[in-house]
């Protein structure tokens, strides 16, 4: 999932000069993202209550019946169908050829994009927000940015609104700036400055993050302000790691690692699969139908994005077997996949998230004794880093799951060995033409 990175900024005789006019087009943007960012999240929330409660529940049916849960998916399949074949710009690209972060797309997309995003979210799909909502502060960021541009002046460069937008949106995922600084500085190490420009190094790396974490901050503050985010499981605490727990990350990281590369690998060919239908009116309501049978094969623990159901089965883990377990990460790894593939709007890293817990929690079910914060982060690491092949936001997803400033050594150690398993390998993405990308 390619981030695109902030521009270079030049080094000139005065940075503060350069600086300082970044920082109210930084805010602005921060801000906007955050604000978006709760405003999606709000209305699928009030969405997915009235499809999931108050109508169910008027009717007379169960919430999660196996009814309910097929009649519901497959009319998600439609609706958003109905959204990519009618709307103008056919709610962006296929999702399954889409990062965090990239391009701009064109202004007039981000209203369908948008819908579809939040009727997948509010209908149960196995999709998380950051994608699409990341894609359209990026549109409206480059848009807006670009028309209240004085004329005579030269416009900032492109780069510049998407790593301000990204930055922004990713602190309000998160509600934190470090995610975004972690991300950013991971894209600016791989791609070399433009020509021009000073590499990042002396200073100049944060003169190129400054306006990126300004846009960071003020988002991960309106979020924190409004809604109060937090990745925190409610998983036990760590207080003092010893070598048992060392043990136990370096072999569960490297196998959830593994389990995530099999969805990696088997993700091209379900694409092609759904793509053989052609039309979104043939290929979504089937997802949503088979989204359904696997809601109810694996419960309503995997449905919707995840972060919710991923606290609901740690709070009530020791009701759960191994071969329990085992069927929740392996439902929700093909939900995930069915749902990309066949062409529903939304991100993968939310509902990634829930299959490494649910897969980490494996490690203490099979053997008693082992710390279930240290089996499920080093799982959630695992399964991140195969699907995203993005170190630092996986070691940051992994970290706040577990909520334990001890277990970071423990991680940090762990990543190497899961590293070893997915560098070189296919990751949860396609090119344009349908092949994973490495």
């Not at 999932?1 to 503060?16: D, F, K, N, S, Y």
């Not at 070399?192 to 790396?205: E, K, R």
């Not at 509902?351 to 008693?368: C, K």
């Amino acid at each position: 999932m390619a981030v695109e990175a902030p521009a270079p900024t030049p080094v000139p005789g005065t940075p503060l000069k350069t600086l300082l006019p970044q920082i109210l087009p930084a805010l602005v943007v921060g801000v906007g993202s955050g604000l978006l960012f709760l405003g999606i999240s709000g209305l699928a929330e009030q969405l997915q209550h009235v499809l999931w409660s108050t109508v169910p529940d008027a009717l007379g049916i169960g919430r999660y019946s196996a009814l309910w849960m097929i009649t519901m998916l497959t009319a998600t399949g439609i609706a958003v169908g109905l959204v990519v074949w009618k709307v103008y710009g056919h709610a962006g690209p296929d999702p399954a050829t889409s990062g965090l972060g990239g391009p701009p797309l064109a202004a007039g997309v981000v209203p369908g994009l948008l819908l579809a995003s939040t009727l997948s979210l509010a209908g149960g799909v196995s999709l998380g927000p950051e994608n699409p909502t990341i894609a359209a502060a990026i549109a409206l960021a480059y848009w807006l940015g670009r028309m209240v541009t004085r004329p005579g002046r030269p416009a900032p460069p492109g780069e510049a609104w998407v790593a301000l937008a990204t930055a922004g949106t990713f602190g309000a995922l998160f509600g934190t700036p470090v995610a975004a600084a972690l991300v950013l500085s991971e894209a600016l190490a791989v791609k070399p400055p433009a020509p021009g420009h000073h590499p990042a190094a002396g200073g100049s790396l944060w003169d190129r993050l400054f306006a990126p974490l300004v846009a960071a901050g003020a988002g991960s503050l309106t979020t924190q302000l409004v809604s109060h985010p937090s990745f925190d499981m409610g998983l036990p605490p760590l207080d003092s790691p010893g070598f048992g727990d060392l043990l136990t990350a370096l072999v569960v990281a490297p196998l959830a690692a593994l389990f995530g590369l099999l969805a990696c690998y088997v993700f091209p060919a379900l694409h092609r699969a759904f793509g053989r239908l052609r039309h979104p009116m043939l290929m979504l309501p089937l997802g949503g139908l088979v989204l359904g049978l696997l809601g109810v094969l694996g419960g309503h623990l995997t449905l919707f994005k995840g972060l919710a159901e991923t606290r609901e089965l740690v709070a009530s883990a020791d009701s759960y077997g191994a071969g329990e377990l085992l069927r929740l990460s392996v439902v929700k790894a093909v939900a995930l996949l069915v749902a990309a593939a066949s062409g529903f709007r939304g991100g993968r890293v939310f509902p990634v998230v829930f299959v490494g817990a649910a897969f980490g929690l494996l490690a203490p079910a099979l053997v008693p004794g082992v710390h279930p914060a240290v089996a499920v982060s080093s799982a959630v690491l695992g399964v991140v880093l195969a699907t995203t092949r993005q170190g630092w936001v996986s070691l940051f997803v992994a970290a706040a799951v577990a909520a334990s400033p001890a277990i970071l050594a423990l991680l940090c150690l762990a990543s190497l060995p899961a590293w070893l398993v997915v560098t070189g390998r296919p990751l949860l993405e396609l090119d344009e033409d349908g092949h994973a990308l490495h």
